[in-house]
């Protein structure tokens, strides 16, 4: 039996950069999302179309400038979230509440946008995996970029591989390849007891990556495995964690 969507009114003020934190996550995988206000703050799950990524956030009730109102689970359309970004600038907070009906309604200075909210019922609410790969490895989202921005050219695939004494990966097309190696010593962390690796699709491994503010992100892997990407929002105040399947090769 479906559960009803709990309904309440609720006023939140956040950061102009925290909000655009959240929305370039949410919207790496989906147009579309859920989001639920609690007492602790504000968390949100979604899954993309093709079922092979998937991320869940979390910002603590501490990020908000002001957090008042009653626990809710609100539809919302992100491209309409983006409009009220244009509509500020850096520095700005911006003002959303919702009337617990229809309406969640944002204001930037003295301008006011409202808009028509989504049925929380009609979007998928993922059940999320235990998922807990072997190895993992801190890396800088910036070193990572480098190696995607060099694959980007010639493939649609990266395999990560974590071995005691360094993270790599690795991309190869038809002619060209390319490896990025750390070693341990230049790495904030690396666990790895023996050597593992799994390779993934470009595209949404590129779209997570770019999608981080932090300095570093956490990359869980194993064999074969699905990878958990886990990074830090809101200034230290909020988590991100994507979850990406692998691209078994054929035999």
């Not at 600038?89 to 309604?105: E, M, T, Y």
């Not at 591989?161 to 060209?176: I, K």
Request: with cysteine; charged share 30%; aromatic share 6%.
């Amino acid at each position: 039996m479906c559960r009803a969507p709990r309904l309440g009114m609720f006023k939140l003020r956040i950061k102009m950069e925290t909000l655009r934190e959240v929305v370039e996550v949410v919207s790496t995988l989906v147009s579309e999302a859920k989001f639920s206000i609690s007492k602790d703050g504000l968390e949100a799950k979604a899954v993309d179309p093709s079922h092979v990524a998937m991320l869940v956030l979390k910002l603590e009730k501490g990020v908000f400038e002001e957090f008042t109102g009653e626990p809710t689970e609100i539809g919302v359309d992100v491209e309409k979230l983006k409009e009220v970004l244009r509509l500020s600038k850096p520095g700005d907070v911006i003002d959303l509440q919702f009337d617990g009906k229809n309406r969640l309604v944002a204001g930037v200075g003295r301008l006011t946008r409202q808009m028509a909210v989504v049925d929380p019922a009609g979007i998928t609410d993922p059940k999320v995996p235990n998922v807990s790969p072997p190895a993992s490895v801190t890396v800088k989202t910036e070193d990572i970029r480098q190696g995607i921005r060099g694959s980007e050219s010639f493939t649609d695939h990266v395999t990560l591989t974590l071995e005691p004494e360094a993270f790599t990966m690795h991309s190869e097309g038809d002619t060209d390849r390319l490896d990025l190696r750390i070693p341990k010593e230049s790495l904030s962390r690396l666990e790895a007891k023996e050597t593992v690796k799994s390779m993934y699709p470009l595209d949404f491994f590129s779209a997570m990556v770019k999608s981080v503010v932090a300095d570093e992100a956490t990359l869980h892997v194993g064999n074969e495995y699905p990878l958990k990407v886990e990074f830090s929002m809101g200034g230290g105040r909020g988590e991100g964690r994507y979850l990406l399947a692998p691209r078994v090769e054929e035999e």
